[in-house]
């Protein structure tokens, strides 16, 4: 079975820009998490989507948005880019909601803010 | 509020020689602990999880992890390490089995050096 997918696999952006990341899940997968980890920060919890429904969200500003499709696949939108928006995002995918099942990782996004 | 506290930055070991990376977390409730592994470029790959039972849980590349709730800690131990150890280790806590409402919460990571 395939993994977790993420695309682009890099990405720079100047300051102000937005940018729209995608996740495709394991497939049968129906909840999507992203992750945004920073050398300062680490890992933090963005949002989780579970059958097309936010279910939670993480302490980031409004900037950060995604939806889920109905074949469970996911698209995070970071709009009026700053350079601290800089990071690797990690897509995580469960089969059941996030609470209840373990999450599996893709390889993650590079986005450099320029 | 949740929080993971991985004490050690970085950890060199010699090829051979046993490993432990320290682990404790703060949470009101019975936790839920996982241990991850990133390599350069990589995802996080699960290495094991604990919800229950049996206090010493068993996981992948011959990673074991003990719980002990007295001290509030979740250490990952491994008998012999090997030079594709070499990675940075991720300790989390979460309120269910894929990390509850509000995620899975991360520690800063311990970076693992092998010497050869």
């Known amino acids: 079975k395939a993994g977790v997918t993420q695309t682009p696999r890099y990405l720079i952006k100047t300051r102000g820009q937005q940018v729209t990341l995608s996740c495709s899940p394991i497939?049968?997968?129906?909840?999507v998490s992203w992750y945004q980890q920073t050398p300062g920060q680490g890992l933090q919890f963005l949002f989780e989507?579970?059958?097309?429904?936010?279910?939670n969200k993480g302490n980031f500003p409004g900037r950060f948005s995604g939806r889920q499709f109905s074949n469970s696949r996911s698209e995070m939108n970071v709009s009026t880019l700053e350079l601290g928006d800089s990071a690797l995002y990690l897509c995580?995918?469960?089969f059941g909601a996030g609470d209840t099942d373990t999450q599996y990782f893709g390889p993650g996004t590079r986005l450099t803010v320029l | 509020a949740q929080s993971v506290t991985q004490p050690d930055i970085h950890i060199t070991v010699s090829e051979g020689a046993s490993l432990e990376l320290r682990c404790n977390y703060s949470y009101g409730a019975t936790p839920y602990l996982f241990w991850y592994v990133q390599s350069p470029g990589q995802g996080l790959q699960l290495l094991l999880k604990?919800?229950?039972?049996?206090?010493l849980v068993q996981g992948i590349k011959g990673f074991e992890a003990e719980f002990k709730r007295s001290q509030s800690s979740f250490n990952l131990r491994k008998p012999s390490v090997h030079w594709s150890d070499a990675a940075e280790y991720f300790c989390?806590?979460?309120?269910?089995?894929?990390?509850?409402?509000?995620?899975?919460?991360f520690g800063k990571g311990t970076h693992l050096i092998i010497q050869p």
């Open positions: 604990y919800f229950s039972g049996d206090t």
């Open positions: 989390a806590v979460g309120e269910g089995s894929g990390g509850g409402a509000d995620g899975l919460t």
């Open positions: 995580a995918s469960s």
């Open positions: 989507y579970f059958s097309e429904t936010q279910r």
């Open positions: 497939s049968g997968h129906r909840s």
